[in-house]
């Protein structure tokens, strides 16, 4: 192959690598947190661009492939930290677990580029929402298959910005589609027609539009107040008898013991030993103090027996109650939690006190405390939206309040915890809930149902977050959808639309 040729196939590759790993940081800036929805719409516009030039559909789907890795590996690269820093697996492996995972979730984006140059149509306007079909139906199914791990979708950069309007109607993933159709629409605008400029303005102004009217898609239930306890207890001593356990045993114990809020939440596995395993006396002071006064609260922990199985737990404690509330969590960790299959000569070179947890089951019953109906999830669960509202099926029993309990130390103090954050206040967005947090190391925060935080406490420091949630009801369009069909409707309609191009064109061969 002839120098010049290279060159003209490497740069363009290039700048796919850099608009992935600009996607990457729309999600939260490396800088200070926040997410960056104009890069968002900038990084895949640019993908969107260079495949309009694309010479084949197979120059397409490396291009997809070389933007989505590094979109991925950019995105959850602190997963290095787990398995290197605190799993003790070499560097160069960490370092290969990683970018191997981004290159095989990577396929799903590369198959959707190759796709839309075989079965693009000749009208621009056509050419955008099949490319829209095809990003989404690559988001769903990195969000579904094998557990599915939507962490860092594009729609997550629209938790601000002109698009969040759409989060109570669509969701996160036809938030990701409306952004592709722009990525598309944007570029072409000195060539497309003028309905197609006006529908493009007309899909950023929509929602603030009607956001002015002041609608109203949840009414207040109450207010609460809550103390959201951050241990800080440092990863590595975690699990360790003789430094971590009973430095987590005595701050967490004085601080329940000392909280006067009517509600105490402590973080995933505060109490990272067994009931039957705590020190003698411990459990029972526990359930005095709470089932005896006037308090309730919500403890992250292990809870089961060898016979019976274990399950990350949060258990509930409220007054004049003997028997113990409990959620065991329902979408567990692949390797963290449950060993995949044919990987436990993976798992067996890590030092990570590896769990194989019982599956809960989903939309578990809530916590019923001062008129409000708490929803606990554990961890990662925020990420599936379509679980959470499983609980919006029968909305007279539908959550008032989200509370998250999470330890997402394992990834160090890194930009993790901000994307964490932003995956519940999509949450919030969608369901027109309020979340409150308690975690170990961060984002420790009460965020209200238009997925605006009121209040965070600084990360990786030990302290007590004393606030005040206001719980809703109501349900948005999306929690009625979602309750009752899951992401089919999405699933469907991203069919439909690649589904009728495959048909033209078959039409316009056969002539």
Same mark, same amino acid.
């Given at each position: 192959?002839?120098?010049?040729?290279?060159?003209?196939?490497?740069?363009?590759? &290039?700048?796919?690598?850099?608009?992935?790993?600009? *996607?990457?940081?729309?999600?939260?800036?490396?800088?200070?947190?926040?997410?960056?929805?104009?890069?968002?719409?900038?990084?895949?516009?640019? +993908?969107?661009?260079?495949?309009?030039?694309?010479?084949?559909?197979?120059?397409?789907? #490396?291009?997809?492939?070389?933007?989505?890795?590094?979109?991925?590996?950019?995105?959850?690269?602190?997963?290095? #930290?787990?398995?290197?820093?605190?799993?003790?697996?070499?560097?160069?492996?960490?370092?290969?677990?990683?970018?191997?995972?981004?290159?095989?979730?990577?396929?799903?984006?590369?198959?959707?580029?190759?796709?839309?140059?075989?079965?693009?149509?000749?009208?621009?306007?056509?050419?955008?929402?099949?490319?829209?079909?095809?990003?989404?139906?690559?988001?769903?199914?990195?969000?579904?298959?094998?557990?599915?791990?939507?962490?860092?979708?594009?729609?997550?950069?629209?938790?601000?910005?002109?698009?969040?309007?759409?989060?109570?109607?669509?969701?996160?993933?036809?938030?990701?589609?409306?952004?592709?159709?722009?990525?598309?629409?944007?570029?072409?605008?000195?060539? &497309?027609?003028?309905?197609?400029?006006?529908?493009?303005?007309?899909?950023?102004?929509?929602?603030?539009?009607? *956001?002015?009217?002041?609608?109203?898609?949840?009414?207040?239930?109450?207010?609460?107040?809550?103390?959201?306890?951050?241990?800080? #207890?440092?990863?590595?001593?975690?699990?360790?008898?003789?430094?971590?356990?009973?430095?987590?045993?005595?701050?967490?114990?004085? *601080?329940?013991?000392?909280?006067?809020?009517?509600?105490?939440?402590?973080?995933?596995?505060?109490?990272?030993?067994?009931?039957?395993?705590?020190?003698?006396?411990?459990?029972?002071?526990?359930?005095?103090?709470?089932?005896?006064?006037?308090?309730?609260?919500? #403890?992250?922990?292990?809870?089961?027996?060898?016979?019976?199985?274990?399950?990350?737990?949060?258990?509930?404690?409220?007054?004049?109650?003997?028997?113990?509330?409990?959620?065991?969590?329902?979408?567990?960790?692949?390797?963290?939690?449950?060993?995949?299959?044919?990987?436990?000569?993976?798992?067996?070179?890590?030092?990570?006190?590896?769990?194989?947890?019982?599956?809960?089951?989903?939309?578990?019953?809530?916590?019923?405390?001062?008129?409000?109906?708490?929803?606990?999830?554990? &961890?990662?669960?925020?990420?599936?939206?379509?679980?959470?509202?499983?609980?919006?099926?029968?909305?007279?029993?539908?959550?008032?309040?989200?509370?998250?309990?999470?330890?997402?130390?394992?990834?160090?103090?890194?930009?993790?915890?901000?994307?964490?954050?932003?995956?519940?206040?999509?949450?919030?967005?969608?369901?027109?809930?309020?979340?409150?947090?308690?975690?170990?190391?961060?984002?420790?925060?009460?965020?209200?149902?238009?997925?605006?935080?009121?209040?965070?406490?600084?990360?990786?420091?030990?302290?007590?977050?004393?606030?005040?949630?206001?719980?809703?009801?109501?349900?948005?369009?999306?929690?009625?959808?979602?309750?009752?069909?899951?992401?089919?409707?999405?699933?469907?309609?991203?069919? +439909?639309?690649?589904?009728?191009?495959?048909?033209?064109?078959?039409? +316009?061969?056969?002539?």
């Amino acid at each position: 192959m002839k120098p010049e040729v290279k060159r003209a196939q490497f740069w363009p590759l &290039c700048l796919s690598l850099l608009a992935g790993l600009a *996607q990457a940081a729309s999600i939260a800036a490396p800088w200070n947190g926040q997410p960056l929805w104009w890069l968002q719409l900038l990084a895949l516009g640019v +993908l969107a661009w260079q495949l309009e030039s694309s010479p084949s559909w197979q120059r397409a789907a #490396i291009q997809g492939w070389v933007f989505a890795k590094a979109w991925l590996a950019g995105t959850f690269w602190w997963m290095f #930290i787990s398995m290197h820093t605190y799993g003790g697996l070499p560097a160069p492996l960490a370092t290969l677990a990683v970018l191997g995972l981004a290159a095989v979730l990577a396929l799903y984006y590369a198959a959707a580029c190759a796709l839309y140059i075989r079965f693009a149509p000749a009208h621009r306007a056509g050419r955008a929402l099949l490319f829209a079909a095809l990003w989404l139906l690559a988001e769903l199914a990195r969000g579904r298959w094998l557990t599915g791990f939507g962490w860092g979708g594009g729609g997550y950069a629209h938790v601000d910005g002109p698009l969040a309007g759409y989060a109570p109607w669509l969701g996160v993933y036809g938030i990701s589609a409306i952004a592709a159709w722009l990525a598309m629409t944007v570029p072409q605008a000195w060539a &497309c027609g003028p309905w197609q400029r006006v529908a493009a303005l007309a899909v950023l102004a929509l929602p603030s539009v009607y *956001q002015a009217g002041e609608p109203v898609m949840s009414t207040s239930t109450g207010r609460l107040q809550v103390a959201l306890l951050q241990g800080n #207890i440092p990863q590595d001593e975690k699990f360790q008898p003789g430094t971590g356990v009973p430095m987590a045993l005595r701050w967490y114990g004085e *601080q329940l013991g000392a909280s006067r809020a009517p509600l105490v939440v402590a973080p995933e596995t505060a109490l990272p030993l067994l009931p039957q395993q705590l020190p003698e006396g411990y459990w029972a002071a526990l359930t005095k103090r709470f089932t005896s006064g006037g308090q309730a609260a919500l #403890i992250g922990m292990p809870w089961g027996s060898y016979r019976a199985g274990y399950t990350n737990a949060v258990v509930g404690f409220i007054p004049g109650q003997a028997d113990v509330w409990r959620y065991d969590k329902f979408h567990l960790v692949p390797f963290g939690e449950f060993i995949p299959t044919g990987f436990k000569w993976f798992t067996a070179m890590m030092n990570i006190p590896l769990g194989d947890f019982k599956r809960g089951d989903i939309g578990q019953p809530a916590f019923e405390w001062q008129g409000q109906r708490l929803a606990p999830n554990v &961890c990662y669960e925020d990420l599936f939206g379509e679980e959470l509202g499983a609980r919006f099926a029968d909305p007279a029993h539908a959550p008032t309040v989200f509370v998250n309990l999470s330890n997402i130390a394992w990834f160090g103090n890194t930009v993790a915890i901000d994307q964490h954050l932003h995956i519940s206040r999509m949450r919030s967005l969608e369901f027109a809930r309020p979340f409150v947090r308690a975690t170990n190391t961060g984002a420790t925060a009460i965020i209200d149902h238009q997925g605006r935080v009121t209040a965070m406490l600084p990360r990786h420091t030990q302290g007590v977050l004393t606030g005040e949630v206001e719980g809703r009801q109501g349900l948005t369009p999306y929690a009625w959808w979602v309750s009752r069909f899951g992401l089919w409707p999405l699933w469907l309609l991203g069919l +439909l639309v690649p589904g009728a191009a495959w048909m033209l064109r078959r039409q +316009l061969s056969n002539k």
